[in-house]
C-alpha cells in the first residue's frame, strides 16, 4: 500500500511546493487549505489511507492549533507542524 500524506496550509503555494517534495520521496499526497477539511478528512472514508499529516500552524477558521486539540488523546496519524509565522512559545 503506498503510504499517503496529507498537506494542510492554505497558501496554494506552499501546498504546491511541499506536494511535489513529498511526491519525489515516492508518496502519495492529499491536500486541504483548511484545518476544518483535515478533520473531515482524518474522520471520514479516508483516514486509513492517510500516513502522515503536514499541518500549518496559522490558517483562517480553524488553525492547526485547534485541529492538533481536536485530535488529542484520539487515535491520528503522526502530524509535523509547520509555519512560516513561529516564535519560540508557538514552537514550545
Same mark, same amino acid.
Not at 16 to 34: A, D, Q
Not at 53 to 60: A, C, F, S, T
Given at each position: !500500500?503506498?503510504?499517503?500524506?496529507?498537506?494542510?496550509?492554505?497558501? &496554494?503555494?506552499?501546498?504546491?511546493?511541499?506536494?511535489?517534495?513529498?511526491?519525489?520521496?515516492?508518496?502519495?499526497?492529499?491536500?486541504?487549505?483548511?484545518?476544518?477539511?483535515?478533520?473531515?478528512?482524518?474522520?471520514?472514508?479516508?483516514?486509513?489511507?492517510?500516513?502522515?499529516?503536514?499541518?500549518?500552524?496559522? !490558517? &483562517?477558521?480553524?488553525?492547526? !492549533?485547534?485541529?492538533?486539540?481536536?485530535?488529542?488523546?484520539?487515535?491520528? &496519524? &503522526?502530524?509535523?507542524?509547520?509555519?512560516?509565522?513561529?516564535?519560540?512559545?508557538?514552537?514550545?
Amino acid at each position: !500500500m503506498v503510504k499517503r500524506v496529507l498537506i494542510v496550509d492554505d497558501d &496554494p503555494a506552499q501546498r504546491r511546493i511541499l506536494e511535489e517534495t513529498v511526491k519525489r520521496f515516492g508518496f502519495e499526497t492529499r491536500s486541504t487549505n483548511s484545518g476544518e477539511q483535515a478533520i473531515e478528512t482524518l474522520e471520514g472514508a479516508e483516514r486509513n489511507s492517510i500516513s502522515l499529516v503536514l499541518l500549518d500552524l496559522v !490558517m &483562517p477558521g480553524i488553525g492547526g !492549533m485547534a485541529v492538533l486539540e481536536h485530535f488529542k488523546g484520539r487515535t491520528s &496519524p &503522526p502530524i509535523i507542524v509547520l509555519t512560516a509565522n513561529g516564535s519560540v512559545d508557538a514552537a514550545v
